[in-house]
């Protein structure tokens, strides 16, 4: 499912590289956790997964291009007054997605429906969370991209989440990759671990790590 090989990255194009020769193989159906301290590059990581950023040296690919991206909730400015119907239907339209049941379908999936003429800053941030997961699957994708989900959100929003990104994953086969900071979500959820440290990457399946 993605291919990263030899790959070296700092922001100002030179060394030293923040990330060094970083090779990882992950395969389709897998679940993924990347944890590190803070400034080990994990959401770095994530932007040059999705090519949002390129690597200095080396190369990035993925078989498919139905990839969802749920990012940290603080990247979105939950004071613009706009709806939780429109957040999806903006992203569906983005998509090239004409079909409006498509919207309800993902709002429904997250048990959230009912929030669809909701304001988007008028929610709590479990809710807000569930708003993001469903707009990433609008387009049915296969790889699904996530960074610190649980951020924020109380512990009863935080078991929901991880129990449908556990149900998408084992029933519906849709590969994770998330940065997490959630060691118990980790243990519970992960078929592979990846440690970031000094920028450098341990790949582990989850028997390993927790030997």
Known sequence: MINIDN???????????????????????SYVSIIGENGSYKSTMLKLILGLIKPCQGSVSIN????????????????????????????????????????????EQMCILDLKNSLI?????????????SRSL????DLLILDE??????????????????ELNKNHGITIVSVE???KAVTENSTHIVKMTNGEMNFYTIEDFLQ
């Not at 922001?11 to 159906?29: A, E, F, M, V």
């Not at 004071?79 to 903006?90: A, G, Q, R, S």
């Not at 109380?154 to 556990?166: A, C, G, M, N, P």
Request: aromatic share 10%.
């Open 121 to 133: 800053g008028n929610l709590s941030g479990g809710q807000q969370q569930k708003v993001f997961i």
């Open 7 to 29: 790959l070296c990255f700092s922001y100002n194009g030179s060394t030293p590289y923040g990330l060094n020769n970083i090779n990882l193989h992950i395969n389709k159906g």
């Open 149 to 166: 989900p649980s951020t924020g959100i109380d512990l009863k929003s935080q078991d929901e989440i991880y129990t449908f990104l556990r």
């Open 64 to 107: 498919t291009n139905k990839i969802g991206y749920v990012p940290q909730r603080a990247n979105f400015n939950t004071d613009f007054p706009i709806t939780v119907y429109e957040i999806l239907k903006c992203h569906a339209a983005n998509l090239k997605i004409k079909d409006k049941n498509v919207i309800n379908q993902c709002l």
């Open 181 to 183: 900071h959630n060691l």
């Open 138 to 141: 609008v387009g049915h994708p």
